[in-house]
């Protein structure tokens, strides 16, 4: 991974590991009963999560030994042994931060303003319409190790992005939305 070390230290540099924040309860966030609506919507967003991730999987991941991202440009490299490297258009959704159990969206970290993230008016009408909390506070509680995965099917439902993307470094889980897939590197170690 040729871009880890950079990828490490500005993760670092514009995430931290401060997250001093005032996260809700999660009774806030999760008590209140979903609608039939909601409860459709999720649903569609679930089937729809499993199927891109299976279709970025087959296509671009599978196969892929290592990855490069440049979030100041908004890019991520996979790198291939028998094909050349494949480059996408990333934007971060955000990160779970694991020794506190957090989500915090991007749109709501003031040191992620040099990367291309999910901007909140994409949740907000949904988080309105249905009722769930947790699309409309910067930080979220994380009941299970599988709910940044529900988070980014619900993310890629609104964009309509490819797929989404995890990439880890030390306590802090990142995800990401690809789209525009194309052969070609684009990102050069620093």
Not at 32 to 43: E, I
Not at 99 to 125: C, D, F, Q, Y
Request: with cysteine; hydrophobic share 40%.
């Amino acid at each position: 991974m040729g871009l880890f070390k950079s990828f490490s230290s500005f993760a670092t540099s514009v995430f931290g590991a401060d997250q001093s924040c005032t996260m809700p309860p999660p009774e806030e966030m999760f008590d209140t009963p979903l609608s039939a609506a909601a409860d459709r919507f999720l649903t569609a967003c679930s089937t729809e999560l499993n199927l891109k991730q299976q279709r970025l999987a087959d296509q671009w991941l599978g196969d892929s030994l290592s990855y490069d991202i440049d979030f100041e440009r908004g890019l991520l490299q996979l790198c291939y042994e028998q094909r050349p490297p494949a480059l996408f258009d990333a934007m971060l959704v955000g990160s779970h931060y694991h020794p506190r159990g957090s989500w915090e969206w991007a749109w709501n970290n003031p040191n992620a303003a040099a990367s291309p993230v999910l901007p909140k008016s994409a949740l907000a009408a949904v988080g309105e319409t249905h009722n769930l909390k947790y699309l409309l506070s910067g930080f979220v509680p994380v009941p299970s190790d599988d709910f940044p995965w529900y988070l980014c099917g619900i993310a890629l439902e609104v964009t309509g992005a490819l797929g989404a993307f995890l990439a880890s470094n030390g306590d802090f889980d990142y995800y990401l939305l690809l789209d525009n897939p194309r052969e070609g590197g684009g990102i050069r170690p620093n």
